[in-house]
């Protein structure tokens, strides 16, 4: 069974550093792409790149580049999502999805809130 | 980048049929992506690539194009079938969804 199971909810002061990880399961994690996508409370959903696990290239919207950082280890199936500085503006569910779209994480909640 | 653009709101009666659209340029060119969200649920894909249906999902959702438009049809809607949706197009290197849909089961 092909799942993407998310790191647990998150509670960050402004400035502070997170890493979010999506672990996936039950297929060749190599030959799929990992997207990220934002939803902010009561909004819709935004596209915020992507990461090839088997090189770790990646792909940023423009909206994001330079905020956050993809990453992956294909060692241990797992792809991230981080942050080094937190703004309130942060304060949202983060979805990872198997390119395609056809399995998606259960969502990871981060709150930033001083 | 480009947009897909989305009514913000259809409603309809139980057992009629719900046409949910999307417009823009990148649809001639690039196939489109409808999910389903129910509330504190992750998106769930129920069209890909215009109009193929993934296993699971009930025969009463389909999805055609016609040049920059997309549409996402529900025949026969349920209650069940209330909930936002999504559709989403890509290209080479990016990926983009529209503003979303909520579909009102009246």
């Known amino acids: 069974e092909v799942q993407l199971v998310q790191s647990g909810a998150e509670v960050k002061k402004p400035g502070e550093s997170l890493r979010i990880s999506c672990k996936g399961s039950g297929y060749n994690f190599t030959t799929y792409w990992i997207t990220w996508v934002r939803q902010m409370p009561g909004k819709g959903l935004e596209w915020m790149g992507r990461i090839d696990p088997s090189d770790s290239s990646t792909n940023y919207s423009p909206s994001f580049q330079g905020h956050v950082t993809m990453s992956a280890d294909k060692s241990i199936r797992t792809a991230y999502l981080q942050w080094s500085s937190l703004k309130a503006s942060d304060t949202a569910i983060y979805y990872c999805?198997?390119?395609?779209?056809?399995?998606w994480g259960q969502g990871t909640l981060v709150i930033v809130s001083s | 980048s480009y947009e897909l653009t989305q009514p913000p709101s259809v409603s309809v009666s139980p057992g009629q049929t719900a046409r949910i659209t999307c417009s823009g340029d990148a649809l001639s060119k690039h196939y489109a992506y409808w999910y389903q969200q129910k509330p504190g649920q992750a998106p769930v894909l129920v069209i890909y690539k215009d109009s193929e249906r993934p296993s699971g999902i009930p025969e009463r959702f389909s999805g055609s194009s016609s040049g920059t438009t997309v549409t996402l049809t529900l025949s026969g809607v349920q209650a069940e079938d209330e909930a936002d949706y999504y559709c989403?197009?890509?290209?080479?290197?990016?990926?983009?969804f529209g503003g979303g849909t909520k579909l009102t089961v009246l």
């Open positions: 989403q197009s890509a290209d080479s290197s990016a990926t983009v």
């Open positions: 999805a198997r390119r395609g779209g056809d399995y």
